[in-house]
C-alpha cells in the first residue's frame, strides 16, 4: 500500500481518500520506527503503550498495535531468518467492527 509508505517517509500521502491528522501521522511514524527497531515480536507485548495483540476470527493471521485510543496498525509476520513485518492497514477503532 503506497499511502501507508508515503505515510512514513514524508509525512503525507497524495491519496486523497487516506487523509490523517498531523499527530496521527507523527504517531504512526513512532510507531513504526518501534516496529522496525524491536529485535523480537515477543518485545511489543512488554511495551503496553501499544496495545500489542494477535486478532482472531476473520482476522486471524494479522496483528494489531494502537497509534492513539482511535487508530491502530495492522501487519502481519512471517519469519524468514528473522522476523519480516509486513504493514497492511491503518484503522480507525470505531469502523474496525465493520
Do not use: W
Amino acid at each position: 500500500m503506497v499511502y501507508l509508505q508515503e505515510l512514513y517517509e514524508i509525512g503525507k500521502t497524495s491519496d486523497k481518500k487516506h487523509r490523517y491528522q498531523p499527530d496521527i501521522v507523527k504517531r504512526y511514524q513512532q510507531r513504526i520506527k518501534i516496529l522496525e527497531s524491536a529485535p523480537r515480536i515477543e518485545t511489543l507485548f512488554q511495551l503496553n503503550s501499544l496495545n500489542y495483540e494477535v486478532l482472531e476470527g476473520d482476522k486471524a493471521g494479522i496483528s494489531s498495535i494502537r497509534v492513539n485510543d482511535k487508530y491502530r496498525i495492522e501487519f502481519t509476520v512471517s519469519y524468514q531468518e528473522e522476523p519480516v513485518v509486513t504493514i497492511c492497514n491503518i484503522l480507525e477503532l470505531s469502523n474496525h467492527y465493520k
